[in-house]
Each structure stands twice: as C-alpha cells, then as structure tokens.
C-alpha cells in the first residue's frame, strides 16, 4: 500500500500570499488530520478531516482551513500568510472507525514551508 | 492547563545501551497515550498508543510504560542501535484534543 504523500514537499511564499497544500491519505483511509510543526511549539493540532465534514479543531485562526473531498484527499488552505507561518505542515491519516481516537495515525512526510 | 512535559530534552547514549524517556502530563480527562518517533526531516511514526488501563505495552525494542494515578509515562528502549537517533513525541489525547510534548530528542553514538 502507497503510503500518505503530500505536496509539495516544499514552498516559499511571502507575507500576503496564501497557500494550499495537498494530502492523499492511504487507500481506505477516511481521516485526515493536519498539524503543524515548529522548533519552538513542537507539533500543533490544526484540524481533522473524516468523510468530507471536519470533525475536530485545534486553536488556531481562521485564516487557516481546509476541506475533504469525496475521495479523501484534503487541502489545507493558509490565507494571508504571516512569517510565523512558516514550519512543516505533516498530515496523517487512519481509517477513521467510529471511535477513531485510538487508531493508529499514519504520517506523510510533510510540507515545508517558508514565508518571507 | 493541559500539558505534556517530557524529559530530557536531549539525550546522547552509546550503541547498545538502554535510555528511558519521560513524559509527565496534566491532561484531564484522560482518552489515550501515544508515544512516536521522528527521524529528521520526515513525518513522525507510531511507535505505541495507550488507553486508561494499559500499563505497558511494547513493540520490538520499543516498551511504553503507563501509570495514570501518577500521570506519568515512560519509555525505554533496549539495546539501541544507531537508527534509534531521532525525535521521540509524547502526546496525550484527552478526547476532545491532543496535547503533544516538545520530544526528547536521543542521538546515539557508535
């Protein structure tokens, strides 16, 4: 089985712009979740994904979103981008059963991105 | 205030020696705890997932440890190979959100 892909691997934008990036989960898989990941905060919940509606959301502002489509591929959307933005962007997927909480998460390799 | 503190932040052991990494949290309520390992520059991967009345669980040379009276969790690796270098993460699920560490991050040496 491929495993979760993400593009582009890598990006640089700069402040103003907005930017989207890209998630295949694995075959199967219903959720996706999104995080983002700095040297200072470490890794940070952004959303969860699972069967087109977003299911969870961590504390982060509107600016960023995202979407799930029929196939569960998902986009996350950052809008007006700011230099804090820049880190990695990882998303991970599972299958997503009725409790999904502990399930195993599987990690793409992650976007990374630069804002200038 | 929901954390996840783990312990130590750096760690530096010989190839073939076992360390132990701590992760102390004050998450409440209490859903799961996962334990997963990143190597540099790629997504992080599962190592264990723990719930309420699991203590230990392991996996290859990877055993997690569970004490929720103390809200304590460990995690010791045995015989550790060079490949073990990497950013090990603690996070905590409440139910409602996950609560991650800062990772601890273990180089081993030959």
């Known amino acids: 089985k491929a495993g979760v892909t993400q593009t582009p691997r890598y990006l640089i934008k700069t402040r103003g712009q907005q930017v989207t990036l890209s998630c295949s989960p694995i075959s199967g898989h219903r959720s996706v979740s999104w995080y983002q990941q700095t040297p200072g905060q470490g890794l940070q919940f952004l959303f969860e994904y699972f069967s087109e509606t977003q299911r969870n959301k961590g504390n982060f502002p509107g600016r960023f979103s995202g979407r799930q489509f029929s196939n569960s591929r998902s986009e996350m959307n950052v809008s007006t981008l700011e230099l804090g933005d820049s880190a990695l962007y990882l998303c991970a997927s599972s299958s997503g059963g009725t409790s999904g909480r502990e399930e195993t998460q599987y990690f793409g390799p992650g976007t990374r991105l630069l804002v200038l | 205030k929901n954390q996840v503190e783990q312990s130590p932040q750096s760690l530096i052991i010989l190839e073939g020696k076992n360390c132990t990494l701590q992760?102390?949290?004050?998450?409440?309520?209490?859903?799961?705890l996962r334990w997963y390992k990143q190597d540099t520059g790629r997504g992080p991967v599962s190592l264990t997932i723990?719930?309420?009345?699991?203590n230990t669980k392991s996996n290859g040379r990877y055993t997690a440890t569970l004490d929720a009276d103390t809200k304590q969790s460990s995690l010791h690796i045995t015989a550790s190979q060079l490949s073990d270098s990497a950013s090990y993460i603690c996070v905590v699920d409440s139910g409602y959100a996950l609560n991650f560490g800062k990772g601890t991050s273990l180089l081993v040496t030959p």
């Open positions: 723990m719930t309420f009345s699991e």
């Open positions: 992760c102390n949290y004050t998450v409440s309520p209490f859903s799961n």
